[in-house]
Each structure stands twice: as structure tokens, then as C-alpha cells.
């Protein structure tokens, strides 16, 4: 019976973990695809200029670097799921703030929240590896389709809650702070899972940034999230300039959102269970390439097919990107410094790409050149991906931990 109990409980603590993880991934790309099928009418509202477009939606992206720098130390000090239940609080206020007064709290209320996603970012996975060690793959793909799921809603959903609310700018924003809101309160049985805190012993900390592999794992994570989030910012512009409609140009964002939810919770469980991941890198490589091109190029007719080629490819490439982090690390905490580098430096790299190319559209007045810059950066991509996908992991830490991380299961 005590046997039956402890594993009840285990169970029981296993939903609850996949149900926060879940909620918690629903908001990771929600409070950013809601923009971008809205620009034109935030031009048009808040008197928006074409630079400060480009800057909004670059600013996410920045945030999730500065942010994401922050990451792993704070997870250390107070413990990740602390950290992330209050950086879920934070998504929720940083949503309301620029509902509650768009044209004053558009930029600081996005730089809040998309500061508070950025830690997610980095010390989801980790906590996964620590809490799910043999299967991490299932954690990070439960994570991810919560990640895909949040992006199609807000894409699909944005332009029709606008019209709906009466084309009221606070109403159409600040909805998205109640699954935030959710999220934080899922998340509360959480907090009695506690790693101990201990101040590292001297050199017991593993010095990613001096090993090659960790380099190629963050270039492979920053070229992957600059095309992700260079297409997410202006495909919906680009489909508007070719004559699609408001509505469509966002189901089309929203097509690419399933398709990244497809691959999302398939990909980390095969990648998981292959020597190197290669075989998966080359066609994710192959099909984003030809998924840009066809948006652009192909006729419009065809869009649907290529967005939806681009979604799949592109949440292989994500879910790869994470997976990398978690799979070529030896313990939890080196993958928490390397999700940190990868994603640092990664998503200021990344952030060139919204910025640069709605930059590049507004001096060519076309799209050609901006997305043959894209296909130019894919190449690059593809590069670093072979490179990280090799069946190695980063050496362990040269001494053990004062005291090993494990989980404290508070009382009830």
C-alpha cells in the first residue's frame, strides 16, 4: 500500500509538472505573434513609424538576450522554479501594462514581459533535464507544442478580436495577459519542488564558452531564431503587400504555427533517441529554405503549402536548438549555462533579423533582396547545425558540487 501511495503521488506530481509545463509554454510566443498581423493598424493607431515597427519587433528578441545572460545565475540563487513562477507573474503584468496605456507602455510593457519569457527560456529546459533526466526528449516536445499552440492562437485570433473589440488597441493586447495570468497559478504546486542552494565550490562551474561545441550549438540557436523570428515579424506585411488580406495574412502566420507544432513534440523524442541528430538537421535545413522562398516567390495562390513547410521546418529547427542545449551538456547545470550562452548570445544575434529586414524593405521597397538575405543566413545555418548535431557532449565540471542538486519535496 505505501509502495501504491509513493507511486500515486509520483504520478500525480508528473501530471501537474507536464499540465504547468504546458500552461507555461502557451505563453512563450503568444504576447509576440499577436503583433505582427496588427502592424499596419499599430502604424496607423499609435502613429507608429516603419523604424519603430522594425524596433518593436525587434525588442523582443533583444530582451530574450539580455535576459536570457541572467538566466542560469538566478536559477542558482533562488531555485528555477521560484524563478519561473515569477517570471510568468511578470508576463502577465508586462501584458496589462501595455494594454493599459498603449502608446505610453507599448515598449516597456513588451520589454517586461518578453524579458520574463527570456527566462523561461533558458531554465525550462534545465529544470526539465533535472526533473525528467531519462525523458527529457517528451519534456522539452510537451514544452514546445505549448510554445506552437500560444503562437497559432495569437496569430489566428489577433485580427478578429481586434474588429471584434470595435478596433480597441487596449482590449485587443491586454487579452493575452489572462493565459498568463493562468499559467502563474498552475504553476504554484511547483514551488514545493525545491533544489538545494549552494554556494558552488571554486572551479566546480563548467567554462562553456571555451569549448567549440558550445559555440556551434549557440550559433546553430541564433541563425535558427534570426530567420524564425525575421519571418514571424514580416511575412504577415510581405502576404498584405501582395494583395492577401488582413485575415488571411494572419491564418497564414497561424498555418506556420501549426506547422511548428507538428514537428514540436515529434522532433526532441527522435532526436533523442539517435547517435547524432544529422539525419534531421539536413531536411529541417532544406525544407526552411524552400519554405521562404516559396512565400516569397511562388505564386499566392500556393502560399499555404510553403508557410506550412516553413512552420514544420522551422519547429524542427527550434526544437533541435533545445535539445542541443539539454543533449550535449553532462548535468543540469552545464545545460543551464549553455541554454544561457546559446541563448544570449544567440537571440542578440537573432535580433539583427526582424530589424534588418523590415530596414532592408523600407530601403529597396520590395522583398526580394531582404529574404534572399534570409536564404544566404540558412546556408550558414545549415553549417552550424551539421556541426552541432554530432554525437558529443562538453566535458564535466573538473570537481563534484559541495552539495549535488536534487529536489525537495515540501510537505503535502
Excluded at 196 to 215: E, F, K, N, Q, Y
Excluded at 251 to 271: D, E, H, I, K, Q
Excluded at 318 to 343: E, H, K, M, Y
Amino acid at each position: 500500500m505505501a509502495k501504491y501511495s509513493a507511486a500515486a503521488g509520483s504520478g500525480r506530481r508528473a501530471v501537474l509538472l507536464a499540465v504547468a509545463v504546458a500552461a507555461a509554454g502557451l505563453n512563450m510566443r503568444a504576447p509576440i505573434t499577436s503583433l505582427p498581423p496588427l502592424f499596419p493598424e499599430l502604424s496607423h493607431r499609435l502613429q507608429l513609424s516603419s523604424a519603430v515597427l522594425s524596433l518593436l519587433a525587434a525588442t523582443p528578441v533583444i530582451c530574450f538576450g539580455v535576459g536570457a545572460a541572467f538566466a542560469p545565475s538566478l536559477g542558482r540563487r533562488f531555485g528555477e522554479e521560484r524563478v519561473l513562477e515569477a517570471a510568468l507573474a511578470a508576463i502577465a503584468a508586462g501584458l496589462l501594462a501595455r494594454a493599459a496605456a498603449p502608446r505610453i507602455l507599448l515598449f516597456p510593457g513588451t520589454i517586461l514581459a518578453t524579458g520574463a519569457i527570456a527566462l523561461l527560456n533558458v531554465l525550462m529546459a534545465s529544470m526539465i533535464k533535472r526533473r525528467w533526466p531519462e525523458r527529457a526528449g517528451l519534456g522539452i516536445g510537451i514544452f514546445l507544442s505549448g510554445l506552437s499552440t500560444g503562437a497559432i492562437l495569437a496569430s489566428l485570433l489577433s485580427v478578429p478580436l481586434y474588429h471584434a473589440s470595435g478596433e480597441s488597441v487596449p482590449l485587443t493586447l491586454g487579452v493575452w495577459a489572462a493565459p498568463a495570468a493562468v499559467a502563474a497559478v498552475a504553476w504554484l504546486p511547483q514551488l514545493a519542488h525545491r533544489p538545494t542552494i549552494t554556494t558552488p565550490v571554486p572551479g566546480t562551474r563548467l567554462p562553456v564558452h571555451r569549448h567549440a561545441l558550445a559555440w556551434q550549438v549557440t550559433a546553430f540557436m541564433g541563425l535558427q531564431s534570426l530567420l524564425y523570428y525575421a519571418a514571424l515579424s514580416w511575412l504577415p506585411t510581405m502576404f498584405r503587400d501582395r494583395g492577401a488580406t488582413a485575415v488571411t495574412a494572419g491564418n497564414l502566420l497561424a498555418l506556420m504555427g501549426a506547422g511548428n507544432l507538428v514537428t514540436s513534440l515529434l522532433v526532441p523524442v527522435l532526436a533523442q533517441r539517435m547517435h547524432g541528430q544529422r539525419s534531421l538537421v539536413v531536411p529541417s535545413m532544406i525544407g526552411t529554405a524552400a519554405g521562404l522562398a516559396g512565400s516569397v516567390w511562388a505564386p499566392l495562390g500556393s502560399a499555404p503549402g510553403w508557410v506550412l513547410l516553413l512552420g514544420v521546418s522551422q519547429g524542427s529547427c527550434l526544437a533541435l536548438a533545445i535539445f542541443f542545449t539539454v543533449a550535449r551538456a553532462p548535468d543540469s547545470a552545464a545545460a543551464a549555462s549553455l541554454s544561457g550562452l546559446a541563448q544570449s548570445v544567440g537571440y542578440l544575434v537573432a535580433s539583427a533579423g526582424p530589424l534588418e529586414l523590415g530596414l532592408l524593405h523600407s530601403a529597396t521597397g520590395g522583398w526580394d533582396i531582404p529574404f534572399a538575405l534570409l536564404l544566404a543566413i540558412a546556408v550558414a545555418e545549415l553549417v552550424m547545425g551539421v556541426l552541432a548535431a554530432r554525437p558529443l557532449v562538453l566535458p564535466a565540471a573538473a570537481n563534484p558540487t559541495r552539495v549535488s542538486v536534487s529536489d525537495q519535496v515540501l510537505p503535502g
